[in-house]
């Protein structure tokens, strides 16, 4: 068994507990890589068929190819996708331009909250990694919220030999991170192992690609060649830029996401 085959194992095997444990659970899909490798994983723990819904927050401001790319793949692999927008806070004209937090608290936090509200769900599967951002290290696999889905990151138990705890307190909210042990080039290396289809926005054009996907007016490409899988796995083993480079909230604030996961940030 590889490095990968052992990341995959220990996904499937979170996947397949954290269905056995919460009988109403969802996940969450951005679109990105992450969590498309994440869709991939629930399909193959569940033999073809994902068993539980998809959730799609979508702000409206979306990078206008992301919303093609989810409506086809949804089609393709017949998901159950829920597609939820904070229609108040758009009315009200809530955008970037109120301030990149504010706005991601709105149409992310806020939006999320509602869907898990309608849907009563007990918890959520997330494809965040430990190296794509600090607040994220300090995760577990299965991680408890409170009543208002706030995360307490300075207390958090420890889930020594993959000994995961999955016992909590009726009502509880839990986020689910099967991926949290994986790299980006693990990402990579699997997508190309897998040859799981993934957005073109990942490949470079005209000198520049995006690493992280977002919202069109709060993230930007980087400068790269890198064309090909191949290429962006040996882009990553010599770059010294940061993941989430070109994500503006995360340069507003030092502690930005930190802020955003304490109060209940995806």
Known sequence: ????????????YILRE?????????????????STVLLWLAKKAFF????????HIDTTYKIPEMIKYRDKLAKEY??????????????QGMGPEKGRLVCCKA???DALQQVINKYKFEALILGIRRDEEGSRSKERFFSLRNEDLEWDYTNQPPEFWNQFNTDFPKGSHVRVHPLLSWTEIDIWMYI?????PVIDLYFAKNGKRYRSLGCAPCTFPVESNATTIDEIIEELKNTKVNERAGRAQDQEDAYAMQKLRKEGYM
Do not use: Q
Not at 18 to 34: E, H, P, Q, R, V
């Open 1 to 12: 068994m590889d490095h990968l085959d052992r990341l995959e194992a220990e996904s499937i």
């Open 18 to 34: 954290a269905y056995s444990k919460f009988s109403k659970i969802a996940m969450l899909w951005s679109i990105g890589k992450d």
């Open 48 to 55: 073809g068929h994902c068993p539980f819904p998809l959730i």
């Open 78 to 91: 017949n998901l159950d996708l829920i597609v939820h927008i904070n229609e108040e806070a758009i009315k």
């Open 107 to 109: 149409l992310k936090t």
């Open 192 to 196: 190309k192992r897998e040859n799981i």
